[in-house]
């Protein structure tokens, strides 16, 4: 079993810095195996990237994701209000769907 | 567009069974291209995979919660469906569902259900 371990727990920044959050698996997955999700207060996860580095419809090219082997990173370049949320990375592999306990990015 | 709505009751006794629908809009439950899952959030937590369905009616489940947790399609309501049996209060969540792509051997959920708060207790 796949275990993803996020981090930090919270990212504390201004709006306009750069955020990097980590996602790192307990052993090597295929770095197209790897989502990542926004979640903010009382509403449902939205996904931004899948296959590790492709935004999902609509998703801003702020963001970027890249990574393999066990770490995979997803970069908020020039951090926006509606940026600051919970982000969240899933794995899948063998019908089986994993996520990391997540990141919380919050205003400084 | 496709849009998914979860529907049940909110309120469960412990040791009684949580059962959920999922509503499927602007698209079909019966494709052969997506599979259709289950997610859930206790409060202040992180998110967990209960389960998924695909259309031919293969069923793939949370090894934590394989033994009391069955998922379904009904293809004639654009429906798919979740029970947990046997509850206790941990299961107290906010229940998704959401649809499932796959490609080239990788898996994303999009889009998601709203959610609907399910409280286990007396």
């Known amino acids: 079993e796949i275990v993803l371990t996020q981090s930090p727990g919270i990212l504390s920044l201004s709006p306009g810095e750069s955020a990097t959050l980590s996602c790192r698996a307990s052993?090597?997955?295929?770095?197209?195996?790897l989502a990542w999700y926004q979640q903010k207060p009382g509403q449902a996860p939205r996904l931004l990237m899948y296959?590790?580095?492709s935004r999902a419809t609509g998703i801003p090219d702020r963001f970027s994701g890249r990574g393999s082997g066990t770490d995979f990173t997803l970069t908020i370049s020039r951090l926006e209000p509606e940026d600051f949320a919970m982000y969240y990375c899933?794995?899948?592999?063998?019908?089986?769907?994993?996520f990391g306990q997540g990141t919380k990015v919050e205003i400084k | 567009q496709l849009q998914l709505q979860e529907s049940g009751p909110r309120l469960v006794k412990p040791s009684e069974t949580l059962s959920l629908t999922c509503t499927v809009s602007?698209?079909?439950?019966?494709?052969?291209?997506?599979?259709w899952g289950w997610i859930r959030q206790p409060p202040g937590k992180g998110l967990e995979w209960i389960g998924s369905?695909?259309?031919?009616?293969?069923?793939y489940y949370n090894p934590s919660l394989r033994s009391r947790v069955s998922i379904s399609l009904d293809t004639s309501k654009n429906q798919f469906s979740l029970k947990l049996y046997s509850v206790p209060a941990a299961d107290t969540a906010v229940y998704y569902c959401?649809?499932?792509?796959?490609?080239?051997?990788?898996?994303?959920?999009?889009?998601w259900g709203q959610g609907t708060l399910v409280t286990v207790s007396s």
């Open positions: 959401a649809r499932i792509s796959s490609s080239w051997g990788t898996s994303w959920f999009d889009p």
């Open positions: 602007g698209g079909s439950v019966s494709s052969s291209t997506y599979y």
């Open positions: 369905v695909y259309y031919g009616g293969s069923t």
């Open positions: 052993q090597t997955v295929s770095s197209s195996y």
């Open positions: 296959g590790a580095s």
């Open positions: 899933q794995h899948y592999d063998n019908s089986r769907w994993t």
